[in-house]
């Protein structure tokens, strides 16, 4: 009975970290991706927000979106996820940028293809 409860309580806390953190489990291995991706490692190694997490904070600002493109880029000063996302049936792109620290939205801009 005390294994079990304790087997509870850890998987309770790994999944609070994967929530907090955005980095669970699933996040060691990373799962296939359908679109292009400029992700450098030393970038990589400094953010605070996963790729996950920003993509579903850009799929949220855009709904009915799909990622075309991601850049981890540091631009004016800031480490930031770079989305371009398209919209079935709309014309370009939209550029939905988010800080790799805190994951506020920190851009949106509509370019056209």
């Known amino acids: ?10 998987l309770t ?9 955005g980095r669970g489990l699933a996040a060691q291995e ?11 490692a030393e970038l990589l190694s400094q953010t605070k927000i996963s790729e996950d997490s920003a993509r579903t904070l850009a799929l949220r600002r855009v709904p009915g979106s799909v990622v075309k ?6 631009e ?19 550029e939905v940028e988010v800080d790799a620290l805190t994951g506020k939205i920190v851009g949106v801009e509509h370019e056209q293809s």
Do not use: C, N, Q
Not at 30 to 40: C, F, I, L, N, Q
Not at 77 to 93: C, E, H, N, Q
């Open 1 to 10: 009975m005390k294994d079990r409860s304790m087997t509870s309580i850890a």
């Open 13 to 21: 806390a790994v999944a609070l970290l994967s929530l907090v953190t």
């Open 30 to 40: 990373p799962a296939s991706r359908t679109y292009k991706r400029e992700v450098p």
């Open 69 to 74: 493109a991601l850049e981890l880029e540091r």
């Open 76 to 94: 004016h000063g800031l480490l930031m996820w770079s989305f371009d996302l398209t919209v079935a049936g709309k014309p370009g792109v939209e």
